[in-house]
């Protein structure tokens, strides 16, 4: 006689709505925890940007006043940073805009010399007409003699968010024309983002 095994049914694959819903709710939470503190990062990443983009400016025209020996001058305006603006009288401390221009000799008649220039919205993260980075010059303009030396008192660009939230940076160039980009925030003794 012939016996029967009973048939095992078949094992369950994939998962159940339970543990899906389970799953899903845990990512949510996640993400949710997650934004706050990627929001401050995208902040950071711009302020960093934009400190960048005007600390190799400082450095470009001190660079281009050594090499053309004469006076250069990196000028913050809200004017666009062509060469037909190249003579503007538009300078401000906050103008998301800059231009490097050679200062013609004091004899001269002659206007200003475009070398170059960059729009607050070109790859800093700052909009035009508004950003989410403030830049605030303690003057609209800073000049580089032909040895590379300020042509003036020491300066400093401060770059923070309208938020608070977001770490602060500062661009500041000595007496002698050398520049740095520091982190005002940073009080530690011997540590090289000190400002």
């Not at 990196?74 to 300078?91: H, R």
């Not at 909009?127 to 400093?156: C, D, E, I, M, R």
């Amino acid at each position: 006689m012939l016996t029967r095994r009973p048939v095992r049914p078949a094992r369950q694959q994939g998962f159940s709505l339970i543990e899906l819903m389970v799953t899903v709710s845990v990512m949510v939470l996640l993400s949710l925890l997650a934004v706050p503190s990627m929001s401050q990062y995208v902040e950071n990443s711009k302020i960093h940007g934009t400190a960048e983009v005007v600390f190799a400016a400082m450095q470009k025209a001190r660079t281009e006043a050594i090499r053309r020996n004469a006076t250069v001058e990196l000028v913050f305006t809200d004017q666009a940073p062509t060469p037909a603006s190249v003579d503007t009288t538009g300078v401000t401390t906050t103008g998301p805009n800059w231009l490097i221009r050679q200062v013609p000799p004091p004899s001269s008649t002659a206007s200003h010399l475009f070398i170059e220039g960059k729009s607050g919205a070109e790859g800093s993260g700052r909009p035009a007409g508004g950003s989410s980075t403030t830049l605030v010059a303690s003057s609209g303009a800073v000049a580089f003699t032909p040895y590379g030396a300020l042509s003036g008192a020491p300066f400093q660009v401060d770059f923070c968010a309208p938020s608070g939230a977001a770490r602060c940076l500062k661009v500041v160039v000595s007496r002698g024309g050398q520049a740095r980009l520091c982190d005002p925030a940073v009080t530690a003794i011997g540590d090289t983002r000190k400002c």
